[in-house]
């Protein structure tokens, strides 16, 4: 038998902005935190929903060790010029 359990949290348009998954309750050892940005959005034209990174860490706390990160870029943006969808 188990048990698993997930904690997520919403930023003001619905999206999903941290998910942590404690894994199986009766150990700690399988933790892990993901954290989603929505930074871009373009309310202008309703674009609320795009991603633009997602950052994956061992256990719940923020500033676990990274597993896995990845970066979106939209509409010809740069890697550290990041400018807001617009379609």
């Known amino acids: 038998y188990r048990q698993d359990r997930a904690y997520f ?3 003001s348009y ?3 902005i941290t998910k942590i998954d404690y894994g199986d309750w009766a ?4 933790d892990t935190r993901t954290n989603y ?12 929903n795009k991603l633009r990174s997602e950052t994956l860490r061992a256990g ?3 500033s676990g ?3 896995r990160s990845s970066e979106l870029y939209y509409d010809a943006s740069v890697p550290g010029a990041w400018a807001p ?3």
């Open 9 to 11: 949290a919403y930023d």
């Open 37 to 48: 940005d929505f930074s871009q959005v373009n309310t202008t034209a309703f674009i609320t």
């Open 14 to 16: 619905g999206n999903v």
């Open 60 to 62: 719940y706390s923020p």
């Open 65 to 67: 060790t990274v597993l």
């Open 27 to 30: 150990t700690g050892v399988d």
């Open 85 to 87: 969808p617009t379609l």
